[in-house]
T-cell receptor
Framework: GAVVSQHPSRVICKSGTSVKIECRSL??????MFWYRQFPKKSLMLMATSNEGSKATYEQGVEKDKFLINHASLTLSTLTVTSAHPEDSSFYIC???????????FGSGTRLTVV | AQSVTQPDIHITVSEGASLELRCNYSYGATPYLFWYVQSPGQGLQLLLK??????LVQGIKGFEAEFKRSQSSFNLRKPSVHWSDAAEYFCAVGNQAGTALIFGKGTTLSVSS
């Protein structure tokens, strides 16, 4: 079945630094990838949608200069949290869908802690 | 507006008892419906999905869900709950165009012995 690998699973960084999270589709071509953020005990909040080779479309209220999304290939999308601050600490999850996949496949998530 | 409502924030069920988690949706297009389960600190695991056809859908781990268009509902059921079923359950709706899923707020399931 469709598999999405997300790395790292956990990361701790200092305030002011940048962190990159990778999301890879292992056995299918991910034409579209989604990035979600999940606060404790909360649902998933869509941050942005990215189509391969195009600029990401950000949801209202999401700072595109802080959360840089790149989807340069059909198997890889990255989310870079720039100049991270403690309030950026959260659980980030990617999801991918492709032309031959029937539905959405989620990565295992990344726990980001900014200290 | 497109939305998913999971009316129950937290449910506690005795081990071996039956379970029903409610999900209602509001969606303009033909809905694609999903149920996911999430254990603490983990990603989402797909339990089942409905795109078309038989309105009673079977999923993994003994779960099933029934799509009722007239009630805009897609409730998740399991006849006998196991302690390992304790987790967070999310209902979500999408469409054929492959736009982002809209999630409900989730229902926390606790299983008592």
């Amino acid at each position: 079945g469709a598999v999405v690998s997300q790395h790292p699973s956990r990361v701790i960084c200092k305030s002011g630094t940048s962190v990159k999270i990778e999301c890879r589709s292992l056995d299918f071509q991910a034409t579209t990838m989604f990035w979600y953020r999940q606060f404790p005990k909360k649902s998933l909040m869509l941050m942005a949608t990215s189509n391969e080779g195009s600029k990401a479309t950000y949801e209202q209220g999401v700072e595109k200069d802080k959360f840089l999304i790149n989807h340069a290939s059909l198997t890889l999308s990255t989310l870079t949290v720039t100049s991270a601050h403690p309030e950026d600490s959260s659980f980030y999850i990617c999801s991918a869908t492709g032309q031959r996949t029937y539905g959405y496949t989620f990565g295992s998530g990344t726990r980001l802690t900014v200290v | 507006a497109q939305s998913v409502t999971q009316p129950d924030i937290h449910i506690t069920v005795s081990e071996g008892a039956s379970l029903e988690l409610r999900c209602n949706y509001s969606y303009g297009a033909t809905p694609y419906l999903f149920w996911y389960v999430q254990s603490p600190g983990q990603g989402l695991q797909l339990l089942l999905k409905y795109f078309s056809g038989d309105t009673l859908v079977q999923g993994i781990k003994g779960f099933e869900a029934e799509f009722k268009r007239s009630q805009s509902s897609f409730n998740l059921r399991k006849p006998s709950v196991h302690w390992s079923d304790a987790a967070e359950y999310f209902c979500a709706v999408g469409n054929q165009a492959g736009t982002a899923l809209i999630f409900g707020k989730g229902t926390t399931l606790s299983v008592s012995s």
